[in-house]
């Protein structure tokens, strides 16, 4: 039997990439919930094999570590509900500053613009009608929205159990897609994408406990108001690759502007958070992680933003464990290597370009009026 012509090995691969991609949009409802219960299924099965290990009952042995993690997040969500809390006892202090802030920047604004206070106070009446009527939509939509999380949270345990109880049926099933002389590589593949998965997740987890304390400590002790709810936000959006860092510097510029009347505490805000971001990202997270995880900036950040796009703040969360894993898979497939050496950050040593099987042959005249190829 021929073998297939390259050209057509290609065709069949972009057309499974648009395949995959549909089948993610149409279905991320269900399959976000499950490849979630996946990555956390790794995270927990050390703590089951070794309950395992010390003879507990197989099911108290998958119940436990699950209860684990619902009391922590339980503590993260009593923790981060409290400090709503505080702000929002603050909120007339809140109001009396947005207005000063925002006095401010209208005389500003009046300074190096022909617009006059009044005519701003016009437009901003005008604008707050529609910008109400924007949030009303918004709102009505928010209701499905938190349904949805609920029902994404409910499901969570019971994936997890099922895939914890049912794991050998799943590995089963993974190696009947091989033949025999490829299971080792297999197995290699599949303890490498634990190792990465669990190294990975475990130091996110530690970044985003000595993040909140390191920088909602720091940010404290300058005396920032609401310093340890800037801190965990940060910790929790810097979770989403290059964008989340950015979006948790805007709130906590936000939450110090409604807090106090001056500008330093913004400044010392920004200062503290490039700190502790320089710390976390040259020094701290690499020594945590360590170098595992070789995926190449370009493809994060379309990662990060594809991923939103499909599922929103969870396609975001697990697009860099999940590429992680794809390129264990590519870089051992022979027919998909390409694509693992697409998605990692090993540079070559010099262009494939400038190899000799690339460089253009042209006719050069010489001295002696003979053309030879150069």
Do not use: C
Not at 107 to 128: A, C, H, L, M, V
Not at 200 to 212: D, N
């Amino acid at each position: 039997m021929s073998e297939m012509p390259l050209t057509v090995k290609r065709s069949i691969e972009l057309l499974g990439v648009v395949l995959i991609g549909a089948v993610l949009v149409i279905g991320s409802g269900i399959i976000m919930p499950i490849l979630t219960a996946f990555f956390m299924s790794l995270l927990l099965y050390p703590a089951f094999r070794v309950l395992r290990r010390w003879r507990f009952p197989e099911l108290l042995a998958i119940i436990i570590p699950i209860l684990m993690v619902v009391v922590v997040v339980g503590l993260i969500g009593w923790f981060f509900s409290s400090q709503m809390g505080n702000l929002i006892n603050d909120f007339p202090q809140i109001k009396k500053n947005v207005s000063i802030h925002l006095h401010s920047l209208s005389e500003w604004i009046g300074r190096i613009s022909p617009y006059s206070t009044t005519e701003q106070t016009k437009f901003i009446n005008d604008k707050s009608a529609a910008l109400l009527n924007y949030a009303g939509g918004l709102a009505s939509g928010a209701a499905v929205t938190l349904s949805s999380v609920f029902i994404f949270v409910g499901l969570l345990p019971i994936y997890i159990y099922l895939i914890l109880f049912y794991k050998d049926i799943l590995l089963r099933f993974i190696f009947m897609w091989f033949k025999k002389e490829d299971h080792t590589r297999v197995k290699d593949a599949i303890y490498h994408t634990e190792s990465i998965v669990k190294s990975y997740l475990m130091g996110l987890l530690i970044q985003v406990t000595y993040m909140t304390i390191l920088l909602g400590g720091t940010l404290m002790a300058f005396g920032i108001n609401h310093a340890l709810l800037i801190g965990i936000i940060f910790a929790i959006l810097n979770l989403i690759p290059y964008v989340g860092a950015l979006f948790g510097n805007i709130i906590g510029v936000l939450l110090t502007l409604t807090s106090s009347p001056d500008i330093w505490p913004v400044l010392t805000v920004l200062i503290i958070i490039a700190v502790v971001q320089f710390l976390d990202n040259n020094i701290l997270m690499p020594r945590i992680v360590g170098s595992k995880i070789k995926i190449n900036a370009l493809v994060s950040i379309i990662g990060v933003v594809v991923g939103g796009s499909i599922a929103g703040v969870s396609g975001m969360f697990l697009s860099m464990p999940l590429i992680a894993v794809l390129k264990v898979v590519f870089d051992r497939t022979e027919m998909f290597k390409q694509w693992g050496v697409l998605l990692g950050d090993e540079r070559p040593s010099k262009s494939p370009m400038s190899f000799p099987i690339f460089r253009k042959k042209v006719p050069v005249t010489t001295k002696e009026g003979v053309q030879k190829e150069a």
